[in-house]
């Protein structure tokens, strides 16, 4: 498991919103936390916003005069209050926002007042004997980030990988390889070789009825729980499967702390249909056994057994949220997976909720839309899926070509190749909200310019190379004159909001708040360090101020991007 023990003090601009909360709750007589600040329309008005609509009624007047009434009570340190109509905005002062800011940002670790929450993050969860294709791009970096997210707000996270090792399909593919197999083949390019298999099955199967039969017997076989011939064929197709997962996520960066396919919760089978008889929920059907689910509004009864007594998708997805529940007693368990299977998750927590389970309230579908490849030299050829892998191989090489273009005499172009590109393919899956579809497009997502990932990566190699031309330590923020942060105050602000940003993509499961925010930073930090010039200046107090700007920059840059999945090379 993974956690992080972050201070506990406001950073950044909470810092601020802790005192405006708490001077409003004094003088509005309620809890601080009823309290939430806005953002300004107009930057230009200060750096939060309160709208007095709700308590106006509770004050005993309209909200514009409980605005103004506000302004001549509030006194807050460092802080201005004035009111545009019903709005209260509040304007930190200058000095005291860098230096708040310069000081938490250079800190290694954001506050967080979620401490000791257990988070279970389920995601990519491929299929065995399936590549993984541009469709499991989303499930995996979406669902990497939410648990780095939740790691950083002081989160216990479990990050489990559901693969789909079990099932029915693993019967067929079993008959497919006892007639056409080929281990050469099968070691050369496992998932290739059992791709080409099942496909062979499907085009087989309705002219030979043995087939089918012969699949179903398999499947049957491995649900028997012997050690068979079938299991050991299933066995290690699993492995084979699993070792070229395996290289995705290295590239990607991704750790899991359990790699549990379906087929883990097998021996929780058993007990799980006892429970679910024991609870009044089952009937039979046809022979197979369903949860009716008409009570929960759900039309579309659960089937969590065959007529031949075969188990479902359905079935071990309950027995292992029962599993998770108690071995792990979750605060929530969040299931990364595309809005197609909405209905699944919908009927599957019906059941447990039929069941008297509350716990399941804390279960929640994570949806992400489709992502959809812009036309173009690699759009699907027919029938034919593009491997993730192929995806990630493409962006590296054009990341070669521009890295090439920009820099030829740099070191490890090749590494460097890869963060790029892989780093360019991650961010441009996070930009974008959650729900919405997404269109791949290649010059989009490489360019060095615009809302991209090469761009936040060069922002902070630009901050690595003024660091090192320096050639001295960054001082300490506490031994600069406030007066030498001028000319940054719109990159404090925006470095200053980080904290809530991450706070709201955890809450939202929206990694895209994140990804804002950095642009945000970045397009700031491009202004500053293009407007104050560092090194050569010939003062070296203002060098200092200048340069700790720019170590704040980086260093943020480097932790956000890192939440993300973007790695951060130093030279590009
Ligand atoms: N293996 C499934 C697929 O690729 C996704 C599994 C999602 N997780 C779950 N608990 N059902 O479609």
Redo the contacts with the bound molecule.
């Keep these: 498991m993974a956690t992080n023990s972050a201070p506990t003090q406001p950073n950044g601009l909470d810092f601020f919103a802790a005192d405006i909360r708490a001077a409003l709750a004094a003088a509005l007589d309620l809890p601080a936390s009823d309290f939430q600040l806005e953002r300004p329309r107009n930057e230009a008005h200060g750096e939060f916003a309160f709208p007095c609509f709700r308590y106006a009624k509770g004050a005993g007047c309209n909200p514009p005069e409980l605005a103004a009434k506000l302004v001549d009570q509030l006194q807050i340190k460092d802080v201005t209050a004035s009111s545009v109509g019903p709005f209260l905005n509040f304007q930190v002062e200058p000095k005291r926002l860098a230096t708040v800011v310069m000081e938490s940002a250079l800190m290694p670790a954001y506050a967080s007042d979620q401490q000791g929450l257990t988070s279970i993050v ?1 995601f990519s ?3 065995i004997a399936k590549p993984m294709h541009v469709g ?1 791009m989303r499930t995996t970096v979406i669902g990497a980030a939410l648990a780095r997210i939740f790691v950083h707000l002081g989160h216990e996270v479990v990050r489990i990988n ?3 090792d079990w099932g029915s399909q693993f019967g067929k593919l079993v008959a497919a390889w006892k007639r056409w197999g080929d281990e050469d083949r099968l070691q050369a390019d496992p998932i290739a070789e059992l791709l080409q298999l099942y496909v062979r099955y499907h085009e087989e199967e309705k002219e030979d009825e043995s087939l089918p039969a012969d699949a179903k017997a398999a499947f049957q076989e491995l649900e028997s729980g012997e050690e068979n011939q079938t299991r050991e064929t299933w066995k290690h197709f699993t492995e084979l499967s699993l070792r070229e997962f395996n290289h995705v996520y290295e590239r990607f960066g991704i750790e899991f702390d359990f790699v549990r396919g379906e087929s883990w919760y097998e021996d929780k089978l058993e007990p799980l249909s006892d429970w679910l008889d024991s609870c009044g929920v089952t009937e039979e059907s046809d022979g197979a056994t369903i949860v009716d689910l008409t009570s929960e509004g759900i039309k579309t009864p659960c089937l969590v057994k065959t007529a031949h007594g075969t188990t479902l ?1 359905a079935t071990r ?1 309950l027995a ?1 949220a029962k599993s998770r529940w108690e071995e792990f007693n979750f605060d929530q368990l969040l ?1 990364v ?1 595309g809005a197609e ?1 909405t209905l ?1 998750f919908q009927q599957f927590k019906a059941v447990l909720k039929r069941c008297g389970a509350e716990w399941q309230q804390r279960m929640e579908h994570v949806p992400f839309g489709l992502i959809r490849l812009a036309e173009g030299k690699l759009s699907t050829r027919a029938g034919r899926v593009i491997g993730l892998a192929d995806v990630l191989d493409r962006a590296v090489e054009l990341a070669r070509a521009a890295v090439e273009e920009k820099n030829p005499e740099l070191e490890g172009k090749a590494e460097v190749a890869e963060k790029v590109g892989v780093g360019a393919v991650v961010f441009h899956d996070l930009k974008h909200q959650r729900q919405k579809d997404v269109v791949f497009d290649w010059k989009e997502v490489l360019s060095f310019e615009g809302d991209t990932g090469p761009y936040l990566q060069y922002t902070h190699a630009r901050c690595c190379s003024i660091l090192r031309k320096a050639e001295r330590p960054v001082v300490s923020v506490a031994d600069i004159d406030p007066a030498l942060f001028e000319g940054g105050h719109e990159l404090f602000v925006a470095i200053g909001r980080l904290p809530q940003a991450l706070r709201e993509a955890g809450q939202k499961r929206e990694p895209m708040l994140l990804a804002h925010a950095l642009l945000k930073i970045a397009s700031a930090g491009n202004v500053y360090y293009r407007e104050n010039r560092v090194l050569g200046t010939g003062d070296p107090a203002l060098e200092d101020a200048r340069l700790a700007v720019i170590e704040a920059l980086r260093s943020t840059l480097a932790l956000g991007l890192e939440l993300l999945g973007v790695p951060v090379p130093e030279q590009m």
């Design positions: 389920e969860s491929p299929n499991h559901h693969i789909g998708y997805d292992a299931y997976v299977q699944h």
